[in-house]
């Protein structure tokens, strides 16, 4: 059965391209994203924890490009899909960590909190490929805004219904 061969052979060269476009685009966004808040951290006006939260985000994001990278250099297209699930889960979990620095330097900085809430679990979904694996980081995503936002009967009740239409 030469035709079944080629075509397996075929399904995983153009699942292999797919993957690497995507470690390809994951890279571009996570230094594009990485670039703006190393230049955010340069703000001579922010508060001192402010920068040092920014900076530690800097940080963070550098760190993110190496798992990217690592499975980029894969060659094996069946060890080339299993580390791309890896760097999925290596991508929420530095999202999530990224959204406790937050909540732990400053819970009120609007400007992190429209990061945090918004723009990173949609980012996630963008990014995502496996449902399991996102629906778990969409869960401790809420848990972790329900956390930040206790007090429902304030105004911050607005910022857990955003993030819940958000990750609807």
């Not at 993957?19 to 951290?41: F, M, N, R, Y």
């Not at 985000?57 to 094996?76: E, N, S, Y």
């Not at 401790?140 to 239409?165: Q, T």
Request: hydrophobic share 50%; aromatic share 12%; glycine share 6%.
């Amino acid at each position: 059965m030469p035709g079944v061969a080629s075509s397996k052979k075929e399904f995983a060269a153009s699942e292999m391209s797919i993957v690497l476009q995507e470690c390809d685009d994951l890279i571009k966004s996570w230094v594009g994203g990485t670039l703006l808040i190393g230049i955010w951290a340069a703000n001579p006006y922010a508060a001192p924890h402010i920068r040092l939260g920014n900076i530690v985000c800097c940080l963070i994001g550098v760190a993110g490009v190496f798992p990217a990278l690592w499975v980029k250099r894969t060659a094996d297209s069946q060890l080339l899909i299993q580390r791309s699930m890896y760097l999925e889960i290596i991508m929420y979990t530095i999202r999530l960590a990224t959204h406790l620095l937050w909540i732990l330097i400053d819970r009120d900085y609007l400007f992190w909190k429209i990061i945090t809430v918004m723009a990173l679990p949609l980012s996630s979904a963008r990014q995502s490929q496996r449902f399991g694996a996102f629906k778990c980081y969409l869960l401790i995503h809420m848990l972790l805004c329900v956390y930040r936002f206790f007090d429902i009967y304030s105004e911050e009740g607005a910022w857990i219904v955003s993030a819940l239409i958000a990750c609807a």
